[in-house]
Nanobody, 132 residues
Framework: EVQLVESGGGLVHAGGSLRLSCAAS????????IAWFRQVPGKEREGVSC????????YYINSVKGRFTVSSDNAEKTVYLQMDSLKPEDTAVYYC?????????????????????????WGQGTQVTVSS
C-alpha cells in the first residue's frame, strides 16, 4: 500500500524557516517523482516544487525560488522541503504527492500548470502558518 506521511509543519514568524518531511512507503524511488503542493481554504491547490527520483532534477514555482529547497534521501525514502525566508503568503496546508509513472524520468517533474492530476497518491497534509 502506497503511503505518504508529512510532518514538520508549525507556526513561525516571517523570515523564519521550517523543514517539511514526506516519508514514503509502498513503492520504490527508482522512477517517478514526489511533489509538494499547498492549499489555502477557498483557493485552488497550488504546486510548489518537485523532485524526480531518477536523476534528482527539481522544479520550483517562481514565488519560492531561492527560498525553498527540495531534496530526497532515497535510502530513507523521505523527501524534504526546506523553507527559508518564509512569508505570510506561504501560509497553507502543505501536501506531498507521488507520481509513480516513468514520465518524470523522461520529461522531468512538473507542478504547474494544473499538475495535481499527475500525482495519484497524496499525504494527509501539514499546516504551515507564517505570522507577520
Amino acid at each position: 500500500e502506497v503511503q505518504l506521511v508529512e510532518s514538520g509543519g508549525g507556526l513561525v514568524h516571517a523570515g523564519g524557516s521550517l523543514r517539511l518531511s514526506c516519508a514514503a512507503s509502498g513503492f520504490t524511488f527508482d522512477d517517478g517523482a514526489i511533489a509538494w503542493f499547498r492549499q489555502v481554504p477557498g483557493k485552488e491547490r497550488e504546486g510548489v516544487s518537485c523532485i524526480s527520483h531518477s536523476d534528482g532534477s527539481t522544479y520550483y514555482i517562481n514565488s519560492v525560488k531561492g527560498r525553498f529547497t527540495v531534496s530526497s534521501d532515497n535510502a530513507e525514502k523521505t523527501v524534504y522541503l526546506q523553507m527559508d525566508s518564509l512569508k505570510p503568503e506561504d501560509t497553507a496546508v502543505y501536501y506531498c504527492a507521488a507520481d509513480l509513472t516513468t514520465l518524470p524520468s523522461v520529461y522531468g517533474c512538473i507542478v504547474e500548470p494544473n499538475a495535481s492530476e499527475l500525482y495519484g497518491h497524496w499525504g494527509q497534509g501539514t499546516q504551515v502558518t507564517v505570522s507577520s
